[in-house]
């Protein structure tokens, strides 16, 4: 137990140390906001840890100096977001005053933080309208990256001064002419067989609603895409030499004896009765039927308005339903007891065509899945 307790001090002392280490590492690569941060952290759970002392006192004037040296130096600039700067670092000072604050070791030795309230005010006044200037300049080129671009423009405009003329509008505006708008076609399936795609088109439809984590794409049916303006790409998928049904019978006899003698009779031998032993046999016939269904989904993503296809591939797929079953004639003590339970199974039919159809479709689905998440992720 002795050891024990030993152990955990010495680990409670290489994570105190750590974590002082860290604020001043921070401090010694000049990164001063992380510096003042991480000795806040470390004076909430030891307050009396000299290293964390020494390093908030020496990182927050510097930390202070440097975002106001940083925030001159913006205000000299020809830098079109420079308020946007200017905010930015006077809410990263009130956050350190903030920490500051609410940690009663801190505020010993920083008994008076610095709030920049007016000066980051007055900064958001002029970085709100900058960014919305820059957002609708971005907005007028007409572009899918320009709007992706204004986008966030506006929605520092709104962080700035929130609901800022009409950005909330603007921020709509420039989200709707970012995306990527897809139209998912319904998947024609030919055949003798009144089989539908519609499961298989739900299954995709789904995934790509919401297993493409992609802000700026967005996926339509064909009936909802009738109220869109205008369409980006057309995403067309048709199942092609499919074949729901195949099938395959195969029989095969072969004949079994049994590996020990077994009782056959009995006879009478010098007028007494004895029973008489011998190997038996069977004959064995399995029967095997397959059912195989397999056909490929070619799929083509279309750009609107245009007839060659983006991006284009066929991913094929198979499905094979097996029945065996057997029967026997002859002795069954040839035969062993899996072979005899062949032979209790009755021959069923296979499903209907509808659900080897869907079978088949499962391996493509997989296969459909890790194209078009590659696809779309960096769209």
Not at 34 to 48: D, Q
Not at 284 to 299: C, D, F, K, N, W
Not at 300 to 326: C, D, N, Y
């Amino acid at each position: 137990m002795k050891s024990i307790h030993q152990a955990c001090i010495v680990v409670a002392i290489s994570v105190l140390f750590s974590g002082c280490m860290t604020g001043k590492k921070a401090l010694q690569e000049g990164n001063y906001t992380e510096a003042v941060t991480k000795a806040v952290e470390r004076l909430r759970e030891n307050p009396g840890s000299k290293q964390s002392t020494a390093t908030l006192k020496q990182a927050y004037p510097l930390a202070i100096r440097t975002a106001t040296e940083e925030i001159e130096q913006l205000l000299r600039s020809q830098d079109p977001r420079k308020y946007a700067g200017v905010a930015d670092r006077y809410e990263a000072l009130n956050r350190l005053a903030d920490e500051i604050r609410h940690c009663p070791a801190a505020l010993e030795i920083i008994n008076r933080p610095e709030v920049f309230g007016d000066e980051l005010a007055a900064a958001r006044e002029k970085a709100a309208p900058e960014a919305y200037d820059a957002g609708m300049n971005q907005l007028k080129l007409g572009t899918r990256p320009a709007a992706r671009e204004a986008y966030y423009l506006f929605l520092d405009a709104d962080r700035f001064i929130p609901g800022f003329q009409d950005v909330r509008d603007k921020i709509i505006q420039a989200k709707t002419d970012a995306t990527l708008k897809v139209v998912v076609e319904q998947i024609p399936v030919r055949g003798r067989f009144q089989i539908s795609s519609e499961y298989f088109y739900d299954q995709v439809f789904s995934f790509l609603s919401s297993g493409i984590k992609q802000e700026f794409v967005e996926f339509y049916s064909p009936k909802e895409a009738e109220t869109l303006r205008n369409v980006d790409e057309i995403l067309v998928m048709e199942f092609d030499d499919f074949i729901v049904g195949a099938t395959n019978d195969k029989d095969s006899e072969k004949e079994y004896t049994s590996k020990d003698s077994v009782k056959v009779g009995t006879a009478t031998v010098n007028g007494q009765k004895v029973e008489v032993y011998d190997r038996v046999k069977a004959k064995l016939t399995t029967h095997r039927r397959e059912v195989i269904s397999t056909g490929t989904l070619v799929v083509q993503i279309i750009k609107s308005g245009t007839e060659k296809p983006l991006a284009s591939r066929k991913f094929p797929g198979t499905f094979t339903w097996v029945m065996e079953w057997a029967n026997y004639n002859g002795d069954e003590r040839a035969l062993t007891t899996q072979q005899i339970g062949l032979c209790k199974i009755k021959p069923v039919s296979p499903p209907p065509p509808q659900e080897l159809f869907l079978e088949f479709t499962r391996p493509i689905f997989d296969q459909l899945k890790s194209f078009l998440h590659n696809y779309y992720k960096n769209t």
